[in-house]
Each structure stands twice: as structure tokens, then as C-alpha cells.
């Protein structure tokens, strides 16, 4: 087959796939949600609810779009769709099986992380454009928040990278199988540095302790104050799939992929990911929210300090450690 | 951390031209329609970055003219209206208003009225700090968050006490219960167990609250020295209630100048020292144990007898009120409830003056805000649990 | 209830520019009608709505919001902020002051949207309706679309509310306009069916009990004193009458505070916070017009005002101190300011709502009306029932 429909056709399936898993996780999340403050969640659309995510969307679509006096059209326009393209585009190298990935990049990594560290523009670009000032308060935590946590991302991405010798996920992947996961062995390195991870991603895709940006109890909406129907709708799905994507992803570099008893496979990838995605859920329904500048304390304080430590261990570990 | 008492005066009428020469601030319209403004209060926050330099509250979004009201209405048609005011705790409106006119007519309230009165003060305590609790930490945690999970809790509980209300009463709030000289319905048969049944389950949920907001690492991390208001300031702006008790002031109505049948138990007042929005959430949790404490302790004692005094439940509509003048404070939810009748002989008030706790509760934003951040401007105003049913009347 | 489905075609159907493209497209208008379906249920099944809450009935919104009704089920959700939401529920009194904002909302919000006023407040003013303060209705200024009584309603009825709105939004997209009959079997209930408790457990004995006493005695048993501070009280009260009299004031009348001239009273304040009453309690101006006076009719009374000030000393034991200034029209106070911080909203009420000037105070702007209110409500010659100016 010509690479080039292959790639297409892969990229079909793969965004396709990322947005439906999405339609499931905001399901997911608001039956979740419900269970755990003693109501239901949705009941009444589609069988359990299900259907609920699908009439939002068909709702969203025929919201009027408003643009607010004196904002500017193009950066206001130009937002949410960056947003939806960053948070899917980081979907193309996260491998779903043997052999299935949308792009099976040497550099896969530093392309996730690049593309994660671009999530930030929309959002300032949003909260800049909007003419807003609860909008504005809110890209500037975003810009102060994204800023700092991108260290610590970055640096707990590099201890599975130099425990494998490779940036293409799919071989840290395939290291990883049959059990020799890095959480598991060397778990002293692999434990602390997928915590970080997990830290990193709540405030990178700005979930609860970390959701300064948003903070609707001060910020009204924080950046998509001023969104409505589909640009909401984007912002709303980005978010969601960022989430999703991240959890992918610490399932790919810690927790082996698409590994798993009775021979790899998608489902292994789905598990886990929606494991690490209920973690992300169950933490932001339980805990408040921390003011910018203890968030930045945490960070800077404890999480780049750890980081830089694991990072050299990892590398200690490759030197002179024992056979992997 | 080591928490201190700091005595900070901040002039809350000097221009903003002093405070910022070169007039740099961004001017942030807060409310009167925001999620954390705990109903319609706004206030123009000026801010250098995140922090907030000067604040202008502004009230009267809900004034609802309810003093005019009230001088239009003759006295028996009061409490309906009064009930609307703090439309958190509406028994206690009912409770000072009534109060005021039974010490105007010289009326004896029967023991077993104030002792129901009392009980369902306390149940209303519970209530409104269970409703406070959840708002709080909603403020913190946000509509989308953990926040929203304690939330809902707690209106899981407040739940158990409305339906007790409804039991007596009929109506799920605004009661009407009270009248001049006792009240309107008696406790129905098997009450009392109905209580002591819904107490237990909110008395063992408690430390889960407590686990979700007081013992938790973000929750003191966002409190602690937030919002410090110091004694003798409070007591100057006529800040009362929980806040007042948590600047380290121990001043109760219930114990120091007691009503209802508060002379008959004994009230254990909880007191802070820190002033901080921590302390004052301790505090009103504290209330909590003890206003369950203390309805425990009361519901099986009700005295036997009449629920009303002078009068029969079939109430005329008019009464008139010898000339005079009344103050009557009683201590609800949210500090002291005052009410100021001024009484011409006729069947009409001429004068009816409400104090709210709450309003002089808010008088103390621009003391304690200046310095904090937008997010800590949101804390400190749901730790003062202004209600602006009230604040504004 | 009954709902009468006729075919309105007055124009006043919604209709999406989409649903209007896509039936002027040649080959297309075939797919319009199981696509309008489609776009219909998602409209119908996920109304999220912004909270208009000003008062009592914005708590009760919370509660349906909450575990015992839980509008998350029928897909709703509370949006902060007006550009996501699709349906208004006006929870609450809304004030002259506060419509402005109410309107701004409401035109912030995007197309199609929808309104529910919810609670007697906002569908007619309530018992507020006359006064000058309060706009009966919002759909005096609001298009609204479904009406949930009561004072406030409960979360079910409330629940009951969103589901009328979901069968309007049907109807509307149809083209269709709904016509309610009243349902005389809704109409015939005017009591509840069960008798109340507090009605089921009184017995005949104990009414009878209870007029007996009334004809009788009021006295129950003996209880100790209610601190009930009447400047009747006040005038016995030794401790106080010590306190007042060293500080100038000599007569005591039952029927009001001592009154105290108008140049000696920052003094006395003074001096009563030097002596333990450190907390303000409130300030309470009141008007009187000519023949009115603290006895009732009095035809040798000018027009007046009087100030009461009162001040609490703190912890047990605590009393109240009550002193009154009376000043003719016109004339004005010493601001309490200086000596109680408090004293700067409660004379800024007082100047707002009855008129007495406040001299020297650091910001006299009104607290409750908005600044361009002229008038003094609370003033006697001021007519209760007298609306405000555009819902006169």
C-alpha cells in the first residue's frame, strides 16, 4: 500500500477513534461524578445516559456564535481550533497496538511534548482575544502555570526515554513487554518519576488541584468565558481529549502500552488509560483547587528537584546498573 | 506556619490615585452576577497583577424594601414578610421579629414555645452552616470540582433537617411558624425520634466533612492567615457571630444575654483566636457538634403545656402596640439579628429597623481584603457567609 | 395538564439558518427532515442553564441541582456564565438596580434561548410588587417562557418546570405554539389531600386548654429576666443609668432612648467606648412629621428626625446602650466614624433611605439605592405603594 494512504487511513481510524473514546470519557466522567456526589448523573438520553455527550454536541452546533465587541476575530477564531488540532494531533504517535500507530516517529516523544507545550497558546490566545478581563486573568495563569509544569513533564518523560535508549514510543513500548514494565522494575526510578508524570498532566491539561485557568468559582469560566455553541464545544472536547491523550501516553511510557497477560492487544491500551483517566477524575471531584502561587511552589520546589534527581539515577542506573 | 494576630489598619476611603501613582490597575467588576458572590454583591476590585489593592464593595442589588413594608403591614402580617430576609436560617427572622413585638406587649412566651423555638434555632444553625459549608467550598473548589462533591453532600444532609421542618410546618423553608406570644404549630407525634434520627447520620458524617475540607492539606493551605481580621476591629464594625468568635472575641447572645430557653441549658461558645478564614470555618464546624450537642440534649426534655400565649392559634389579624420603643438582638446563624420597633399605639409600626448580621459582616471586606489575591478575595468573602436577602432587606 | 397542539404559523417559530440552508438546497431537503430531528432532541436534551439567582429561590435551584432531584439526569447543567447556557432561570426579587444587569444577561446569551421565571418574585413581584425598589415580574422586561410557582417552588417543581420547557421546545420547532387549557381537575385542588401533621395531632382538649389560658393568665413559670433592652429597662438599669449620667445625660423617658443634644453625643460615644461598649450595635434614623411624636399623635410636634445610636459591651453580662440625637429638617449629625469603624455603612443606610446628613463622614454615597435615586423612601411622607418610575 502507498504510504501515503496508509498514513491517511490510519489517521482516520486514530482520530476518529480519539473522538469517540472522547464522546465515552465525558459520559464517563459525569456518571463518575454523580456516583460520587450521591446523585446519577445523566439517565434520561440514550440507554444510561450514554447518548448525553452526543445531544450536547448537536446542541452546541446550533448555539449562535458570538463575537464580543472589540475582540480580535482572527486570535478569537483561530483559538479553539488550535486547541482541538494540538490535542488530537498528539494522538497521531501514541501507539494502540503492535504495529498500529498513526505516525511511528523515531522522535515520538519530543513530538508529544512539543505539541503539549503548544496546548498553552490557544489558551492564552483565547484569554487575550476574548476583550475579557476574567479571560485574561485566566491566560495569564495559564502562561505562568504551563510554563512551569512543562519542566517536570519533560523530565519524568526522560527517565523512561534513558531507561530504554529510545524517543520512539512504540519501541519503549516493545522494551516494556511481557512485565518489564518501568513501574514495576526499576519501580524506585519508574514509581516516583510516573507521579510526577501524573502531577505534570493534571496542570498540563489543567485538571483539579491545578485548574487556575479555569477556576469557575473566580474566573467565572476562566478563558472560554466568552465562547459559545461550537468554539465552547472545541474547547470543551480539547480538554477532554488532552486528558485522555496524557493518560494514553503515561500508559505507553510506564505502565507497557498495550502489554498485558494473555498476549498485547488495543483493549490492554484502553484499560489502563481509562484507569489513569478515573484517577484523574476521582482526584478533581475530591480535592479543592490551590491558589497560582503555592501551584507554582509545588512545582518548582519539589517536582523539578525530583525530577532532575530521577533523571540522573536513570541515567546511573543505565551505566552501571544490572541488566535491564 | 505560626499564625499571628496582626493589627492592620487599611484606610478603606483613600483614593486609588495614592495607592498607584501611576494608575496601573486593572479595575475587575466582580459580581453582582457571579458564581462566588453569594447571590447579587459586587464589588470593584483593583488589581496589580493577581493582588488586590483597594476594594468598593456594593450593596443593594437585592433591596427588597422590606422595612417600608413592614410600616405598611400591620403587625400580624409581618412574619411572613421578615422570613424572606435570611432565607438561610428564615426561623430566626420569625424569632427576632416576634421577640420584639411580645417584649413591646409585655407578653410571657409559655415554656414549652421557647423551647421548641429553641430547638428549632438549632436545627436552623445546623442548616445554614451545613449550607455554608458546602457554598465554602464551592468558592474553593469550584462548580466542576471537589468543591462541588462537599457541596452536595451537604445539602444531602440539609435535606434530613428541611424534612423535619416540613413535618412541623408544612413548607420546606418560610415557615410562618412563629406568631406574637408562642407559636403556630405544634411538634407532631413521633418528632422527637425523627430527630434524633436524622442528627445521628448528619453527627456521623461530620468527619467526613471534616476529612474533605478541615483536615485537608489544600484546604489549610488555602485558609491559614487568609482574611485576618483582628478583635477589636470586628467589634467596632459590629462584625458578630462566628466571625466575631473566631478573632479570639467570646461573646454568645446565647449565653451572655439568653433567650428562649437558652437560660435553661448551657451553651458551650466555640472561639478561635486566629481570625483567620480558617478559624472561622472551625468555628462554625464547632457550632455544629454543638448545636447537635444541644438539640440531643433538649428533645426529649420538651416541657408539657400550651404553645401559645394570650392569644389561641386562631390569632386576630390586627393588634395594636402601645407607643414605645424595642431592641431585641437574638443570635442566628450568622451573628446577632436585631430588630428595632419603633411602636406609635397604632396597628402599623412607624419605624422597623432590621439589623443584619451580614451587612456589618461585609463592611469588613474593604478592612481585609487589600493585599490578598483574586483567588483569596473569593475565600475571604464565603468565609464572612454574607446572605444578601438579608444584608440588603 | 392539558396541552392543546394548533398550528400557529405566525412567524414566531424558531428556525436555524442551517435548517433554513439546507431546505433551500436542491437534492438536500429530503435529509431535512430526520437531520431536524436530530437537532431537535439534542436542543430538547441538554438545556443547561445560568442561574439567575438573587435570593431564596437560588437556594432552592441549588437543592434541585442536588442529590434528591438532580437535574444532571435530564442532561442540564449550571453554566456561570451566560454565553454557554441556554435557559435563564430568574431564581429570586429583581430589584429596579439589579434589572439593568438582568437584561445585559439575558442579551449575552446566544440563540435559541429560553426563560423560566421561577418563584412568585420573579413572575409578579410577590408581596414586594408595589414597592419602589422591586420590578413585579421579570416578563415585564424578559420573554419568559415557562412560569414555576410558589414561595419558593421545591426542586421537583422546579424539575416539573424544565420538562414543560423541554415539550415547549418540541412544539416551538414544529412550528407549532402552545395554547394551555386549564385543567379543572388541577383547579379543584385547593387543599392537600392529607391532613397536615401539626393539624392530625391536635385534639379538641388541647385547644380548649389553650383558650382557657388565654381568657385566664399569661403567666407560666417563673423564669429569670429576658434581657430584653427597652429603654424602659434602660431606665432602671442602675448600671446604666450611672453610665449615662456621668456622661451628661439626666432624663430618662420610658417611651424612647435618652435623648442627648446633638453636640454632646460624639462625646458621649467617646466615652462609652472608653467604658466597655466596643461594639456597634446598629443606627436607626426615623422620620416624624409634623403632629406625630414618640407618644403617638402629638399636634405640638414639628417635623423631626431622631438618630438612635446603639453600642453593646462585649462577652457575659452584655448590655446595650441606647442614646438618641433629634435634629429638625435639614439639619445635620456628627458622623459616628471616628470612634466605630461600623458607623460608616449604617449612616451611609440611614443618609440612603430616610435622608438625615451625616457630617464629616469620609464617604456619604448611597448604600442601597443606586446613585442617581433621588428621594427617601423610608421617609413617612414617602407613599409605600408607590412602584418604581418605568413599572409605575
Redesign the interface.
Known sequence: MNVHVRSLVLAVVVVSTVLALTTFAIWFERKFAGRMQSRLGPTRVGPVGLLQPVADAFKLMQKESIRPANADWALFNLAPLLAAVCALGAAAVVPLAPGLAAADVDLGVLFVLAIGAVTVLPVFIAGWSSNNKFALLGGMRAIAQSISYEVPLLLAALVPIILSGSMNLSEIVRQQAEGHWIAVWPFFLGIPAFAIFLLAMLAESNRIPFDIPEAESELVAGVTTEYTGMKFALFYLAEYAHTLIASALGAALFLGGWDGPFGPGLHWLLLKTFVLFGSVYWVRWTLLRFRSDQLLRICWTWLVPAGVVLVMGAGAWVAWGPLP | MQVQTITRRVD??LAIDLYDPEAEL?L?HFG?????TH??FRMDLYLDG?IVVKVVPY???????V???C??LTYAQITP?VD?ND??APMTNEQAIN?AFE??LG??V??RARWIRTIFAEMQRIASHL?WLGTF?????????????V???C??E??LILDLFE????A???YNTHTV?GNR?????GWSAKVKAALDVIASRLPEYAS?TLE?R??I??TRGVGILDG??A??????GPILRASG???D?R?????HAY??VKVNVVTRSAGDCLARAQVRLGEIEESIRLVRAMIDGIPE?????????KQPAQFKIP???????IETPRG?L?T?V?A???ANA??L?I?PPS??A??ALP?ILPGA??????VILGSLDPI??EA?R | MAVTRRTVDDGSAFEHPLYKTLLNTPGLSVSVAPLDDLLTWGLTNSLWVFPMATSCCGIELMAAAAGRVDLDRMGTIVRGTPRQADVMVVAGTITVKMAPRVKLLWDQMPEPKWCIAMGSCAISGDFYRELYSVVPGVDTFLPVDVYVPGCPPNPEALMHGLLRLQEKVQLQRQGQKVVRDPNPALLAITKPSVPRLCDADRTAEMDAAQEESAATSTASEPRAPLHFDTPAAQAVDPDLQRLFAENGVKDFPREGPALVPAAQHLALARKLKAQGFRQLVSIVASHWPAGRGRKGADAEEPEHFEVAYLVRSVGSGTRVATWAVRLAPGESIASLVPVYAGADWQEREQYDLVGVPFADHPDLRRLMMAENYSGHPLRRDFAADTAAAPWR
Open positions: 478603606p476611603h486593572l475587575l453582582p452576577q457571579h458564581p462566588s447571590g447579587v493577581e450593596v443593594g442589588y437585592l433591596h427588597r424594601a422595612e417600608k413594608l410600616e405598611k414578610v424572606k432565607y438561610v421577640m417584649a413591646l407578653i410571657e409559655p415554656r449550607l467550598a464551592l468558592d474553593m473548589g469550584g462548580a466542576l470540582g471537589g468543591g462541588s462533591t457541596f452536595l453532600h445539602f444531602r440539609r435535606e413535618d412541623v410546618t408544612g420546606r423553608f418560610h406570644g404549630h405544634d411538634i407532631p407525634a474533605m485537608n489544600i484546604f493551605e488555602r477589636e476591629l467589634l467596632e464594625l459590629g462584625v458578630t472575641v467570646d461573646h447572645l449565653r451572655d444575654a439568653p433567650f437560660d435553661e403545656g400550651i404553645i401559645n400565649a394570650g392569644r389561641p392559634i407607643a414605645g420603643q424595642v431592641y431585641v438582638g446577632e436585631g428595632y419603633i406609635d399605639g397604632t412607624h419605624r429597623k439589623r451587612l456589618h461585609l463592611s478592612h489575591t483574586v483567588s483569596d478575595a473569593v444578601m436577602g440588603d
